[in-house]
């Protein structure tokens, strides 16, 4: 039947906060739709999805998908999608997303609207619009063939709310692994252990810069607890070891949208305002007035970090 | 080993905030100068370093050939990247309008049929359309393992590779039997991202990708570049997306500076109530 199939992204058999993303895209283009839960303990997150209006939610339990390997999954998810007559494939933009979206797309024939952050259906036509050029254009695009693949910026796309009711669970069976699958092998995934909010679902983020130096987090860490946020940082910042490398915002790094963002002792590259341009209310603090981050700042503050910064802790506790 | 790099030719990526609207909305980059994709750059980098002892790079122990899909103006981009130290290139002639991402996928796999590399490396997103779906399609079109947002790479004998793909807070490390598709995010070029067989383990690289000397852009000029048709690659040229006008993002509107600390924290307070 026609209609959306959103593919859920899970992390140690929990529903990721990305799938509710890619559930609202599916409830604003209007077509029904079905969401399917794939993985290891894909039937018990199943349980998390059921309350979002969806036609039905369809379960694949696997214990060889507990590891993501995209040669395993894209078979499954592409039959899937051509066995329930799916006109439409989506799935969020994170790396899991962006993985495996254009396999599958591959493997339907499908044409593929990548990282979008709108959509418009004028009549019987659908036109995606995605941020390109490191963000300084929003293109639009259309897809030629019957089959669309998608993938939606988390955020653009707010996660979709509850809507009550109970979808009904479905478990159908995997596809056959692609043969390249026995070419790959999962060896380890190394978490980074950060204690504080991900930064891609905190509301407020204070990101420092290369300046911070030693004093990273001594200097920012305080900060961040006053606001109950989470820490972010610049890829310089990074690259010195100064902060972790999973902290990166911008172009190689998260993208960010939170209600505040604060930059610390950061310039203001393109690739790191392609990062997080999108956010609410952006604060910048920087001893050079000329440092390009002032152009897109709402608020801005020249003045040394290593002051402005405790003055800022102070004040705010006070 | 033989190694398949495929390389775009984009305006001035440091600079894409000065691109404009032409009069039928296309994003226009006149005055921009067109650079390698950096990515791109990133996997030529990549290559030679898998090819080569690192303490003596100029013997390469294994072939490099770049592809583009481009007009001929980028040969220039392609002649540099033979003066880095590619062997070949390869263009295939086609304009950014005639091509989407599966079009230059099916290209590359009709490449790669002739050529049989046992490894062909991309950006993981070309800094114009930053689309990040060729390495995938391609892929899935060879029926060949991939690995994207790769930021390090370990060469087992040649055969395999261990490598590290970049993810939401954690980096997952994957064994990809060869031949496979690779696409790499800027951090490898680190220092000691990337471990060929050749290089010994203690060897650094500086940081980036290396430049050209002067006698070797010279040798380059002898060394082949080929010149084919989309169709000699890609039998059917049929689009699949298409993109029409774009339009610049909303401006953010101009802020303000404050004065000091507690000015700041007033505004966000009582003005953008954000704290
Ligand atoms: C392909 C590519 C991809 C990239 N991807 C990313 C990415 O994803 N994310 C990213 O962030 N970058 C990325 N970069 C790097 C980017 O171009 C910049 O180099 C980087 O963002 C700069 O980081 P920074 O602002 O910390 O350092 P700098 O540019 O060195 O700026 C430091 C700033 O701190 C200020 N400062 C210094 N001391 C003080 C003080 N005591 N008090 C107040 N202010 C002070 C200075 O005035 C300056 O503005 C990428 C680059 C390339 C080429
Ligand atoms: N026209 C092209 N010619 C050669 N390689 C390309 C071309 N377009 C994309 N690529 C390759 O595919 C990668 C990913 O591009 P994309 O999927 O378009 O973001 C790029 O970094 C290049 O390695």
Redesign the interface.
């Known amino acids: 039947m026609a209609g959306t199939l959103v593919v859920a992204e899970l992390s140690e058999g929990k529903v990721r906060k990305s799938t509710f993303s890619a559930i609202a895209f599916a409830k604003q283009v209007g077509a029904p739709f079905a969401v399917l839960s794939l993985g290891a303990g894909a039937s018990e997150a199943a349980k998390d999805l059921v309350a979002f209006g969806a036609q039905k939610v369809l379960t694949v339990d696997d214990p060889s998908f507990k590891?993501?390997?995209?040669?395993r999954v894209?078979p499954t998810v592409a039959k899937i999608a051509k066995d329930g007559g799916w006109d439409t494939v989506v799935l969020p933009a994170?790396?899991?997303g962006?993985?495996?979206?254009?396999?599958v797309?591959?493997?339907l024939?499908?044409?593929?609207?990548?990282?979008i952050n709108l959509v418009k259906v004028e009549g019987g036509a659908r036109?995606y619009?995605r941020?390109?050029?490191?963000?300084?254009?929003?293109?639009?695009?259309?897809?030629?063939?019957p089959v669309h693949v998608v993938s939606v910026r988390q955020t653009e796309f707010p996660a979709a709310e509850p809507s009550g009711g109970a979808s009904p669970i479905e478990a159908v069976p995997r596809a056959p692994d692609?043969?390249?699958?026995?070419?790959?092998?999962?060896?380890?995934?190394?978490?980074?252990k950060?204690e504080r909010p991900?930064?891609?679902e905190a509301r407020?983020v204070v990101s420092g810069g290369r300046s911070l130096k030693e004093q990273f987090k001594q200097v920012l860490e305080p900060l961040a607890d006053a606001?109950g946020t989470a820490l972010g940082a610049s890829?310089a910042a990074c690259?010195a070891g100064y902060a972790p490398?999973?902290l990166q915002v911008g172009q190689?790094g998260?993208t960010v949208a939170p209600?505040?963002y604060v930059a610390v002792g950061i310039s203001g590259?393109?690739q790191h305002?392609a990062g997080m341009?999108g956010s609410?209310?952006?604060?910048a603090i920087n001893k050079d007035?000329e440092a390009p981050i002032?152009q897109?700042?709402?608020?801005?503050?020249?003045?040394d970090l290593f002051v402005?910064v405790p003055?800022?802790l102070k004040?705010?506790k006070g | 080993m033989k190694i398949l790099v495929a390389v775009k030719r984009v305006?001035d990526?440091?600079?894409?905030?000065k691109?404009k609207?032409s009069a039928q909305g296309k994003?226009d980059t006149t005055g921009l100068e067109p650079k390698p994709s950096p990515y791109d750059d990133y996997a030529l980098e990549t290559a030679l370093r898998l090819t080569e002892n690192g303490t003596n790079t100029k013997a390469r122990l294994g072939e490099v050939v770049v592809v583009t899909f481009a007009p001929k103006d980028a040969e220039q981009m392609l002649r540099a990247m033979l003066g880095t130290g590619a062997d070949r290139a390869i263009r295939v002639d086609a304009t950014d309008d005639a091509l989407?991402?599966?079009l230059v996928?099916r290209g590359l796999k009709g490449i790669v049929e002739k050529e049989k590399p046992d490894l062909v490396l991309l950006g993981y997103q070309q800094?114009?359309?930053?689309?990040?779906?060729?390495?995938?399609?391609l892929?899935?079109?060879l029926?060949?393992?991939?690995?994207?947002?790769v930021g390090h790479i370990q060469s087992e004998d040649d055969k395999a590779l261990?490598v590290g793909?970049?993810?939401?807070?954690?980096?997952?490390?994957?064994?990809?039997?060869?031949p496979?598709v690779v696409t790499v995010?800027?951090?490898i070029v680190?220092p000691k991202s990337v471990q060929s067989k050749h290089t010994p383990a203690t060897h650094a690289y500086p940081e980036g990708v290396r430049f050209a000397a002067l006698m070797a852009i010279m040798a380059a000029k002898k060394k082949p570049l080929a010149e084919l048709k989309l169709a000699d690659v890609a039998a059917d040229a049929?689009?699949?997306?298409?993109?029409?006008?774009?339009?610049?993002?909303p401006k953010?509107?101009a802020?303000?500076?404050?004065k000091?600390?507690?000015e700041?924290?007033a505004?966000?307070k009582t003005e953008?109530k954000?704290?």
């Open positions: 590891d993501y390997v995209c040669e894209a994170s790396t899991f962006k993985d495996l979206a254009p396999r797309a591959a493997k024939g499908a044409g593929y609207a990548p990282d036109r619009r941020p390109t050029y490191a963000g300084n254009a929003f293109s639009w695009l259309e897809i030629a063939t692609d043969a390249a699958a026995a070419r790959v092998q999962f060896v380890k995934l190394e978490v980074g950060s991900d930064l891609g407020v606001l890829r690259d490398p999973e190689t998260r209600q505040l590259a393109i305002i341009k609410k209310v952006i604060v007035p002032f897109i700042a709402d608020y801005g503050l020249v003045q402005a003055e800022l004040e705010l | 305006a990526p440091d600079n894409l905030n691109i609207l994003v989407d991402g599966d996928a800094a114009e359309s930053e689309s990040n779906e060729v390495g995938q399609m892929a899935e079109y029926g060949w393992p991939q690995a994207t947002f261990l793909r970049e993810i939401e807070g954690a980096t997952a490390q994957v064994r990809v039997t060869l496979a995010l800027d951090k680190k049929t689009l699949k997306v298409k993109y029409g006008a774009a339009e610049l993002p953010r509107a802020g303000v500076k404050v000091d600390v507690k700041l924290v505004k966000l953008a954000v704290v």
